[in-house]
């Protein structure tokens, strides 16, 4: 040490300099930085959403549109698609439609809908579970249950009875409000996925509000609005950044069994599961391999990231 | 304990009250066409429709239908029990089209849930009790593998691979054991079982391993060694004991759920289940078989959920003295 040290002076300006205080956030992608596995996720969930940001422009390079037409790629003695070659990376479909563009835009689907969903899903499912935590009482209570309710459902069948009984007619349901397609599956989505977030929210939010710093919030006069959102959100941030990250491949995952059994996104949109789908019509994928298994390398690839990138982060918080 | 027994059942009750609540409003009152048109299908005659509602009770108030439907439901209705209605579109009772289709379905997530257990666990013990090995972090990465793969696209894969390239797999569609016998039952239900299984023992194997990182690190468990046990005598009686209980509740409600999640592997290899029959109910507009299915996979979870909640009182007995 070289100056001498007095009791009740302030530290010498190379110690102020260095030592700071790291908040949660910081601490956790410091950590994550240093998971190699996690990192290599990320690179790859990037470079994926980039791919489907692009798709426009892949499109244009590649000179195919998603649904644009090649009868003549198409094997002229029996009708059957042609696989991999030179102009066409993953080969046709039997409609004669690039498979590589319509991977790419289907990937763009399925990254939307994820994602919308689970913003909604976390936005919903931290509000109600903060005010669950943070009240208690019948409010607790009656969350508590309600999210024992959601839970139980069976989600699948659920999913679709609304989407059957919403497309008998093209008006939908409630009056045009909820209308067969995209809008209709980002909202299954949300709805059956906010609970999650809402209970881990709720048990965190339990904890939180009884520490000191919630304590001292409110003896300065705080209103229970501005401590939930100034005190309590910013220390749950870390664990809902994680649930989000785990949310976004089931997400992918049932969009695409939605699809694939029909009662997804319209047919109009390309979509991972429904090419997968159309590949089983009459067994074709059995000689047309090309058209099931590139499909579904994209929606391995994209879960597959996410999911270690979740794991990453629950590891980065863990520790 | 009794206490809380009855309170979990009067939970059940009201848990189901909600669901089917749900489930009516689905069909009963969200739709923008009256119930009737909607049950009666698309080919339905003025005089069907007047049939249909008298059956259904639509004239009278929306909570008089409700208790109408879960009259039937509970009491049984002049099909048989449990009342689930007839299917106009098929022209049968929805009970006699969905009675054998249940069996299947059972077959299917039973054989699936035993394979999984028997993957899945023993792999997440010996990752946890391995840790950080080459063996652990390969068996993470296969379970991560089967975890976010498709179910639906895995199936076709290994029907592509094992069926049509190797030939070593049988093919799709149900055999069922008493025409064609045990053997070809058997082959045919090799891949959908394992396409099933391989996701939940994925998910097992991790959630394993989390469990029994946690428990290794108790206290007790250092007691046990310091003792002298044998690694294995600590493993099998002390940790393993206390990690079965999150994972019964995780099986109990996975094996309920299996009644609607059996729905992709089906359809992708051709089993006649309830869940093949609810996508074609869809497709054909038979909503009142669409209803039923709904209804039994939700009654399934719950009850599934209160039969845990009951082991989960003798498997832990601090509850017992509450």
């Known amino acids: 040490m070289s100056a001498p040290v007095v009791i009740g002076a302030s530290p010498p300006p190379e110690l102020t300099a260095s030592v700071g205080g790291r908040s949660q956030l910081r601490q956790m992608a410091r950590r994550f930085r240093r998971d190699k596995f996690a990192m290599a996720g990320l690179i790859v969930v990037v470079v994926l959403c980039l791919a489907a940001v692009c798709a426009p422009l892949i499109a244009k390079l590649t000179g195919h549109g998603p649904n644009q037409l090649f009868p003549n790629e198409l094997n002229t003695v029996f009708g059957l ?55 208690g009482g019948w409010l607790d209570t009656l969350v508590s249950r309600w999210v024992d309710v959601v839970l139980a459902m069976p989600v699948m069948l659920f999913a679709i009875s609304i989407s059957s009984v919403c497309s008998v007619t093209a008006a939908g349901c409630l009056g045009g409000t909820v209308q067969p397609g995209i809008s209709l599956v980002v909202l299954l989505l949300a709805l059956f996925t906010w609970p999650y977030i809402a209970r881990i929210v709720r048990g965190q939010t339990l904890v939180l509000r009884q520490q000191e710093f919630v304590h001292a919030a409110r003896g ?24 989000m990250t785990l949310i976004i491949p089931n997400n992918i995952l049932f969009e695409a069994a939605l699809s694939f059994l029909g009662v997804g996104v319209p047919q109009t949109t390309p979509s991972l599961g429904q090419m997968i789908a159309d590949a089983t019509n009459g067994s074709l994928f059995i000689y047309a391999w090309w058209l099931m298994l590139f499909p579904g390398i994209f929606l391995l690839l994209i879960t597959y990231s996410f999911n270690i990138v979740g794991d990453g982060l629950r590891d980065a918080i863990g520790q | 304990m009794w206490i809380y027994l009855v309170r979990r059942i009067g939970w059940l009750v009201i848990t189901l009250l909600v669901i089917t609540a749900i489930t009516f409003v689905i069909y009963f009152v969200l739709p923008p066409v009256s119930p009737a048109v909607l049950f009666a299908g698309k080919e339905a005659t003025p005089a069907l429709i ?23 439901l509970v009491l049984g209705d002049q099909y048989g029990w449990p009342g689930l209605g007839f299917s ?75 069926w049509d390239k190797l030939g070593i797999a049988a093919g799709t569609g149900y055999y069922s054991p008493s025409q064609y016998g045990v053997w070809t039952w058997l082959n045919h239900m090799l891949l959908p079982w394992i396409t099933l299984a391989l996701l939940y023992a994925g998910w097992y194997a991790r959630m394993t391993r989390g469990t029994v990182l946690d428990t290794l690190r108790e206290d007790y468990v250092r007691t046990a060694r310091g ?26 409600m996975d094996v309920a759920a299996l009644v609607s999640g059996t729905v992709i592997v089906e359809v992708v290899f051709n089993l006649n289940g309830l869940g093949q029959w609810a996508i074609t109910a869809v497709t ?39």
């Open chain 2, 284 to 322: 054909s507009d038979d909503i009142p078989s669409v209803l039923a299915i709904t209804v039994l996979g939700a009654v399934a979870v719950t009850v599934a959920n209160l039969i845990v909640d009951i082991l989960y009182v003798y498997v832990n007995p601090r509850i017992r003295y509450r």
């Open chain 1, 81 to 135: 698609p042609t696989g991999p070659s030179m102009h066409f990376w993953f080969g046709v479909d039997e409609s004669g439609r690039d498979v590589f563009v319509r991977c790419i835009y289907g990937l763009r689907t399925s990254l939307i809908i994820a994602l919308l969903s689970a913003a909604i899903a976390t936005a919903v499912g931290v509000t109600v579970g903060m005010a669950a935590g943070y009240f």
């Open chain 2, 50 to 72: 007047a049939t249909v509602e008298k059956n259904l009770g639509l004239n009278h108030p929306v909570w008089v239908q409700y208790l109408l439907f879960l009259k039937h």
């Open chain 1, 220 to 243: 300065f006069g705080a209103s229970h609005l501005a401590t939930m959102f100034r005190e309590i959100l910013p220390n749950l941030a870390a664990q809902v950044i994680v649930y």
């Open chain 2, 227 to 252: 003792k002298g046990l044998r690694e294995s005598r600590v493993l099998i009686r002390h940790v393993l004991r206390s990690c079965l209980t999150p994972l019964l509740t995780m099986f109990g």
């Open chain 2, 88 to 162: 106009y579109v098929n022209h049968a009772s929805v009970l006699s089209l969905i009675g054998d289709r249940i069996i299947i379905t059972a077959t299917l997530a039973i054989g699936a849930a035993l394979i999984w257990l028997i993957i899945g666990i023993p792999i997440g013990v010996i990752s946890a009790v391995k840790r950080g090995s080459a063996w652990d972090r390969a068996s993470l990465g296969v379970a991560l593998f089967f975890v976010s793969a498709p179910a639906f696209w895995l199936g076709l894969v290994f029907l592509w691979l094992f």
